[in-house]
Structure formats: structure tokens, C-alpha cells
């Protein structure tokens, strides 16, 4: 008896041990994988990321405190800007970015015009369904919403907007006091102009748009010149902002709010583009993985800035994503339709996008 | 007479036979070996850019072949907003002039020729807004005169007068730009002041000309030159100006030339033809204000300039010599004082205007990664820069001082031309040039460098070149004569006399590249940022309190390395005498 | 033993300075080159610096040639061992005196007692031992002069070139100077070439004076030579003051009559060395005139006094004669009033004849 039940005892441990060797076998060669593509990386020793203002700060400064020994650096701007700088280089042959991180509509371009080279997340199964866009062959790294924000304490008893419909009949007193950005050149603009046209037709959208015209709205250079003026109360009312660029006014304790619009807020996106003549190319997919790991998405969250990865929740004191009513839109097809979109866009609102 | 420039007049002058040998030795030929040195360094700094410009303007590449097109012209003239954005720059750039030269007259005339007590400190205030760059002062003025949050307005509607000030307006604009313009004018009305014979004024007075009189139909048009000089410089930086207009008039689609080509960079896909041709734009503007200029000086000659230091003669205010002072220190609070604690105060605030105060964006500076290296960047670049750039001055006014040089004159001439060419067009000039050369310039300190050398190389010139024509060539032909080869010559004897300009170029060019943001513009990539464009792209994302304290930062950088250097070496100069 | 100028041509631009220069300037003694500003004077010296090129032609220094187009040769300044004392004295200003004149020697790489003792000495010679230690600037015109020439002498060079020293000096101290630095050549035996524009100051230094115009050398000769014995036009009008009009010659040699060209009145006759032909240019310089009446046959030229202007030691008297207008020059103390008659007499050997064409 004794003896039984020492050898199932035994047995069983040494089940035990196999599974584990075989389990740690498995995890060994992910590991081994991963050492190589680090020291790949470290050997390199340099890294130069473009993109987002916002969020590529926060994922260098993430990347940099875990991998001291690669030099990273970055340029920031707005998404076409950069985008154009990247070209620039790489068509005269001077290829100095490695990769890309910023708004969805520039890197399907990107990779459209064949400057960017596959990448293939080695941890796609945990990443979230929004993560990985129907038909598209690229990764988002972090999304963001788009929504109405505005000064509380300087609005008073302005009524604020609940619809993007009540933009369509503004009340007499918002006159002077909303700001918008460009969609020319701004892509999470963009992405909200083109919602707006493809949810409610030219017809409807554009009568949002005139609203702006009739409220003398102003034309800001950038969503965070808007955040500025939304937290200064020069001008309290945004026809629409990005949460990267008012979470920040938020955490400062600005009496600010966010509202989703009736019909939906947009979500817009960062996707990760690696250099197809990447100078670093495993910094550069090192930093690509990173970018999507629970570490770095984790990160993400605590900054303000919506996660891609399963089991990881929105960030605080913004509205929960997967709950959040959105508009839908499909990025693909209004960039086909760009000039059509930005003309109407200029027409009805009376701005030059250009 | 200079010796060194034998000017004999031709008439007595027996015609050059052609049938002599022209001797040339090797003394000779290693000078014109140099020469042809420097020309082609020159050439590559100062005109290859423009030069580059001015081909992107009219050629493209269709079908991958290289075709001369004049699309980008027609694109830019057919283009009612770009006209509208020709027409704001000038607008803005002759307002801008106008109250700058007039500010900038008053103020050197009052504080060089009147007893206004603490005329000298007075003066020493009175440049630092140079000091201040203008995306900082365009910064600090949205924090005073932005409408509703405005610090004046929030005064003037707690005073139940309403709102008065709005700075996003050409109104504005044209005030922040001259503010920051106004003490060119001072500087150079001043020396002009300083310079002038006073009997000139002394016989109008004996003539029996009153002093009002004197000073209408004596002292200005003897000093016009070099008014109109100031003026033209003013205009001349005011149309290159970027970091106001950005700050200040794109918001109310107020686009100046600049910032089309900013917005322009911005848009996919991007035109650089109509780039290059908004460029060419400026540099025409800037061209014909030139040209204006010497139409205007023609067949005068500066008789201010003479390089002798006169003791002025000092108009005696009674008690109104107080309010005279009163009315500066006013200006001075308006534009130096008040902007820079605005800044401080943002700077420590947690946000504009929480009234709750914070280290935070004071401590970013020293933990921020990307203040570290930006501001690695931009300190090397301004030394080298800076360096290379007097050293180049130095030599470029020595040579064409100092000796007879074939082709000098072109020199000057090459020299000179980027000075009169916006920043943002020159920095684009030069990324489309070494985009085509075959060397890796481009994405290394090296063409922000090269950029900066070849735009500003002409202030160095002149700073050393004028100090350098008061030294009489015989100092160094002494040299020679007693034993000492060129370069110990020039070590011993000029370098040493010229000391106190090389310094004061090297201040003034210091200044200008450790905030220069529209020139870096262009030519930065992820590796060299510069702070300049750090703060820039802070503001772009909304974290106003860090742009504070970022300014604050630049303003320390600027304005205190400058206080610096130039106490210590006037010590030092002191000690030697 | 000297400097040698062959050939030399330099041109600025299109303008011949010096046009094909050839002249030899004596060791030992002082030369001065003197000419119209624009002659070519200062440019020669500076030839012979090194601090102009030459486009063409030889300079040799005690037969070392510093500078030969046909052999390739330009020595630069420094190698040819001159000293230079300049017009604007080129005394450095961020030196003192000491550091000015202790220059040449730390050229030379002279060890530094030795330095401080020749400096000293030389400083004594020029009399400014006093002042070593001071800033140059602080120095008055006349002292800033003695220390370019101590640095000038310090490191006995073989020549001393100065280029109008004194021009900047009051009028004074130009004299005292001038004395000190013909004293100085005669003490040291230096070889000196001196540039000035000073007729003057010309005379009274030289051993040797070269008048230069339009790039040449019209006459070398001693003071007295140029004065009075000009071999053309230029160099009499340039020195001094001289009555020249054209005369005709008549008689033999020995007993000359000089006519004044188409008149017959006579203005001497003698033994006078008379160029070829019987067409000549006379020279008369203002103080040969005698003043006095016309009497019985003596050969006198009436004239009337236009203008009498008195200069302190002498009166000059502008006069009408029939063969034109004179100056004449007296003593101060003689007193004439315009419209005086006076009748003009000039000794046979007081006159100088040119050849009519200069």
C-alpha cells in the first residue's frame, strides 16, 4: 500500500517534472527568440522612431528605461508632416527612420507605397480585436477617442453639445468660443471628418460643419494648441478633441470634460510601421514588439492612452472603448475619397485645408 | 589713405601694356590656393542652398526624367490664399518696420543724447528682447493679450472696460514683431548717434536753429542711413520671422509667407515646388527691400561712420527727463520685464491660470530625457556654429580688407547674399542641396551647422570687418617687416586688436543659433533635435507649462550666457589696460 | 653694397605704378625717393619690403636677390632682414613699450635677457628708457615715432625703409626728427631709404634723392644737383619755386647771349653750358634775381611789382616783366608796395638751361 502509493507518488512528480521541463523547453526557445532579437538590437545601439507627439514620448521613455544601451531617438509631429520628412529621406536614399508609430491613415500609405517592410506581432494572440484591423496588414499600437471636450468653469451656463447634430443649429452664445484643427494635416481630423461625412451623408454632415462657419469657430494648428486654449478658457468649447491631447490637461486637475456625441465618438489609431531600410532593423522590431507588450500597454493605459491588448482596461477617467458607442468608419475607403472629403470639408466650413 | 589700398586715380596712371609677363610667385599662388579654398567652402555654404532653392522652384521629375516646369509658378500665382499670404507678410513685415524704427529711434535718441537718469542700464534693458526668441516673445504675448484669458483683458474686464486687446490680429502681430525688432534699430541709431561729428549740430545751432529744429533738419537726416539701414534690416528679418506668425496669426488663418510654407511641409502630398517657389518669394521681397535701400543711400555716403568715438552732446531735460524715463521703463516692462515673469509664473503653475503652483515643470527640465539631449544638441551645435562662423567671418573680412586678392570683392559679395534670405527658405535650401550630394550630410548636426554657418557668416563679417578696417594695415606690415610669418602675424598682432569684435560676433551669433527654431526646422531629424524644436513640439501637443519653462530655460541660455561672456571678458579686457 | 631695382613693373589693375623701374640706392647713406603722391615712391619701398609683389623684375639686397621674376624668387617680408618705420608708426596697441620694441628680436627667437638688454639699449638711443614699461597708446605722437624707430633699429637690419615718418608730426617735432634721424644714420652708418613728399624734408636728409613721376625715376642726383642743376622741366617745377620761360641762344660757346624766345631782350650773356641747339628752356629760381635799377648799359629787365607778400624771412614779390611774369624773392626787411618799377638782373652762372621739349 505504502509502496503504491509512494510510486504513484512518485509518478506523478516526475509528470510533474516532465511537463515542466517540456513547459519550460517551450518557454526556453520563446526566450532564446527574444535574447537574440535584444541582443541584436543592443548591438545596434541606436533607434529612431517618428511619429505621434504624444504617444511616442511615452512609449521612448518606457523603451529606453527598459533597454538603457539603445540610443533612441525621436521626431514628433503631425502625422503627414512626418510622414512627408520620411519620404523625403528615403527616396534620396538617406533612409534614418526605423519605424513609424503614428496615425493609421499615414502608415496605410506607407505601406501602400511599399516603404515598409512585414511585420508579423509574435504575441497576436493576446492583443485585442481592434488591434489588428480587418484586412489591414499592420498593427495598431494604441488607439484614442475622439469626443466633444470642453471648459466647464469658462463655458458657464453654456449649453454644451450633447450630438454632433447640435452643431448643425449652434445656440447664439458659442459664437467665438469653439476651435477646431485641420483636417489637411492633422489625421485624427481627419478621421473624424470623414466619420462625420460617411455616418451622416455630405447633405446632413455638412450642415454640422456650416455650424462652425456660424460660430466664427477658429482654426487651431494642432490638437494640443486646442487642449491649451480648452484648459485656458480662451476658447472652452472644441467641436471635437483627442483624449492623448486632453488627458493630460485632465491629470493637471483643468476643470475639463469629456462627452461622447449621441451618435458615437471616433476612435482613431496609432499603427507601428518598420522601416523597410530601417538602419536598426531589429531595434526597430524589438521596439515594435515592445510597443504591443503588457508592460508597455499596461504603460499606455496608466498615461492616458487606450490599450490594445486583451485583458487590459481603458484608461482611467476616460470612457471604457469597448462600451463607448462609436461611429463607424471605414479609414481605407475615405482615404480613397481624401481630396472629396477635405474639399467638402473646406466648403462648408469655410477653412482652407491647404 | 590706407596704404594696403593704393587708391591712385587713373588719369595719372600710364595705360597696362599687355606685352609683360605677369610674374606670379609661389608666396603668390599658395595665397590664391587658399583663396580658391575658401571660395569654393563658400560657395557651398552660402549659395548652393539658394541656388537649390531657386531649381526646385522650376524643375520636377516627370516620368522619373528631369523636366524644367514653371507648374510651381503657376501653381503659387494662380492661388488666391497664397497671394493673400504674400500680401499679409508684407503688410505686417512694413508695419512691424515702421513701429520698430520708430521705437527704435526714440529710444536711441533719448538714452544716447539726452541726461534721462540710467541712460546706460536703460540702454543694456533695452536690447535684451533680442534676447527673447520670437516663438517665446509671441508665447508670452498670447499669455498677456489672448482674448478672454488675456492677463490685460482679464485686468481691463475686471476694470468693467471689456475686452481691448486681442494679439491674434495683425495689430498684434505687427506689436510683437516690432518689440522684438526695435532694438536693431536702437543699436545701430545709436552708434550712428554716438558717431556723429557734434559740431555738425554745434554749427546748426550757431547758425541759430533752435534744438528742435536742430535735431529735425540736423541730426536725423545726418543719421537717416543709418535709420533707413535699421529699417530695412528690421523688414528684412520680419518677412523670415516664423515662430510669431505660427504663435499668432494661424488661428485666424492670418498666414504670413513662413507659415504657408510650414503649413505646406505639412500637407500630403507635399509640393516642393510651391515650397521652393514661397521661398523664392522672400528672398524677392527681401531683394528689392535691398535694393530700395541702396537706391535710396545712392551718392550718399554714410558721413556718421567714422570710427571716432565722439562724446555727444547731451540735451539737457529739466524734471521731464524723469517722466522721459518713466515712459522707457514702461516700454521696458511691456516687453522685457513683464513678458519674462509671465513666462516664470507659467512656468511654475500646474496650468495657465490655475493659481496653484508646482515644481514639476521645473524638475522636468533636469529629468527629461529629451531636454538632456536636445539640449546637448542644440549647445554643440551653437558652439561649433558659432565657432566656425566667427573663424570664417574672420577670415573672409581679412581677406577682403587686407588684401588685394583677386575675386575678393565676389567674396564679399557671396558672403553676403544669405543675409537677406529667411531662415526657413535658406535651412530648405540647404536639406534639398545635400538631399542631392552624395555625402551623408543630411540627418547630422553637420547641415544644421553648415545651415547656420552659411546664413549668418555675414554678421560675423561684419562685426570683425568693421573693427578690422579701424586697424591700420601698417600694424601688420610692422610685423612682417620685423621677422613674423603670416600666420604668427596674424596671431600676434590682429587676432589680439580685434579680440573685443571676434567676442561680440561670437555672442551675437551664439544668440541667434542657441534659439533659432525656423532654420533647424527643416534640416533636424530624430537624432538632432535641438531644444529650439523641443519647445516647439511641446507646444504643438498642449503642455503649456513645460513650453514655460522650456523658455525659461532658452531665455537663461541666450540672454545669461551673453551676460556672461561679455562681463568676464570685459574684466578681462579692463585687467589688460 | 646696396639695393638694386631692375625692371620692376607693378600694376594695379589697369594702373602702372611703376613702369619698368631700374636704380641703384647707395649703402651707408640716406636715399630719398620723393615724388607726387601717385609716383610710385611708396609703392617702390613697399616692393622692396615684400609687403607689394611685383608683377615683374629683380630686387636684389646687398646682391642677395629678395625678389626675381625670371628666377622665381619673392622672399616674403620677413625673411629680408629690413627694419620699416611707417607712416602711421604701426605702433601695436595692446603692447607696451617694451613689447613693441622687443618684437623683432622674439622673431628672431633672440634669448630673452638678451631680449630685455638690446631693448634697453636701443630705448636709450632713442631716448625713451623712461617709458619701457608704459602702454604704447598712452605715448604722444612725437614718442610713438622714437619707439617705431627703436623697433625699427632694434634688431640691426641690413636696411631701414621709412615711408613718410614724419607726415603725421607737427610741424615742430618734423624738424626735430628729421635732425635726429640724420644724426642717428651718421652714428650707426645705416642704410636708409626714405620716402616723403616733403621737398624739404627731402633736402635736408638726403645723401641722394630720386624724384619719381608716373612710376620712374625723372633724376637721381644730390640735393643741390636736383635744385639747381634739374634735368627737366618736372624737377625744377617740383622743387622749389622756378621762373622758367623758353629763350634763344645766341653766340658761341663761352660767350653765350640768352635772348628771351621771341623778343630781343636779353637776359644775360656768359659762360653757360647750353644744351643742343640754339632752342632751350630757362631756369631762373627766385632768389638768383638781383633787384635794382636800370642803369646805363647793364643788362637789366624792367619790371613792375604786382604783389608783395611778406613771409617773415623773406618778401615775395610777383612782378610784371616783358618776357612775363616772375617771382623774385628778397630779404624780408626790404620793403616794395605794388606798382613799384624795379629793373631785374641775374648772374650768367645763376641761370640753368634745359632742353626746350621737357
Redesign the interface.
Known sequence: MDHNKSRRRLMSLAAAALTLSIGLAGVGTAHAAEDALIAAAEKEAELAVYGDPFVVPILLKNFSAKYPKIRVTSATGDGWQIYNRFVSENSSGRPLMDVMYQAEDTVITAQQAGFLADFKPTESANLSKLAIPAGGSYVRGNGNLILFAFNREALGTVAKPADWTDFANPPADWEGLIATTNPGSSSATFATIASIYQKFGPEKGGAILQGLRKTKAELNPSMGVMATKLQTGERPLDFFNITTAVSGVLAKGAPVDLLVPASGAVAQFNAIGINKNAPHPNAARLLAEFALSQEMQTAFAEAGVYPMRVGIASPKGLPDINSTKLIELDLAAALKQRDEILNWWSDNTGFKYR | MS?AN?N???E??????SN????L????LTGRLWLTVFYLVLVIFAVMPIASLVIRGFVDTEDSRVVLTLNAVSAVLAEP?YWAAMWNTVVISIGAMLLATVIGVILAWCLVRTNVPWARLLEQLATLPIFIPPFIGAFAWVLIG????GLLNLTFRGLGAGELVDIYTYLGIIWTTAIYIAPYVMMIVAAALRNMDPSLEEAAQISGLNRVRTMLLITLPVVAPSILSGAVLSFVICIGLFGTP?LLG????IYMVTTRIY????????N?GIVAVLAIYLMVLSVIANFLQGWALKGRSFVTVTGKGFRPRIITLASSRYLVAAVIWLYLVLTVIGPVIIITAAAFS?????GTFTWANVTFLWTS??VR?TLWNSVVITIIAATATTVLGFVVSWITVRT?MAGREILQFVVLLPMSIPSLAFALGVSFFW??MPW?V??TIWIIIIGLIGRYVSYAVRAVTSSLMQI?P??E??????????L?TVG??TL??VLPAIISSWVMVYSIYISELSMVLPL????T?TLSILSF?T???????QVASLSLLQLVLGAGVMWLVTTFTRQRHAA?? | MSVQVRQMVKSFGTFRAIDDLSVTFQSGKISVLLGASGCGKTTTLRCIAGLENPNGGEIRIEDEPVFSSARGIDLPPEKRRLGMVFQSYAVWPHLTVKGNVGMPLRAQKVPKEQIERRVQETLAVVGLSEQADKSAMKLSGGQQQRVSIARCLVGNPRLILMDEPLSNLDARLRVEMRNEIRQLQQRIGATILFVTHDQEEAMSLADEIFLFNKGKVEQQGSPEDLYFRPAVRYVAEFLGKANLFPVTLRGEAGQTAIYAAGSDHLITKGDIVRPRGDEALCMIRPESWQIGLAEGDRVGLPATVLEAVFVGDRRELHVDTPIGRQIVVTPGHQRFSAGARISLTIASQQIHLLPDRL
Not at chain 2, 12 to 17: A, T, Y
Open positions: 596704404k593704393v591712385i586715380p587713373d595719372i596712371g600710364v595705360p597696362e601694356r609683360v609677363r605677369r610674374f610667385s609661389r608666396r603668390a490664399s489672448a482674448p478672454r484669458v505660427v494661424m488661428t485666424k488663418e503649413t505646406e511641409l505639412q500637407h500630403f502630398p507635399p516642393f500646474t496650468f495657465t491660470w490655475s530625457e529629451d539631449s588685394r538631399l542631392w551623408s543630411y540627418g591700420h601698417e600694424l606690415e610692422s610685423a612682417r617687416v620685423s621677422g613674423f610669418g603670416w604668427s600676434r598682432i589680439p586688436l533636424y531629424t530624430a537624432n533635435r513640439d507646444w504643438a501637443v498642449g503642455e503649456f507649462s589688460a589696460v
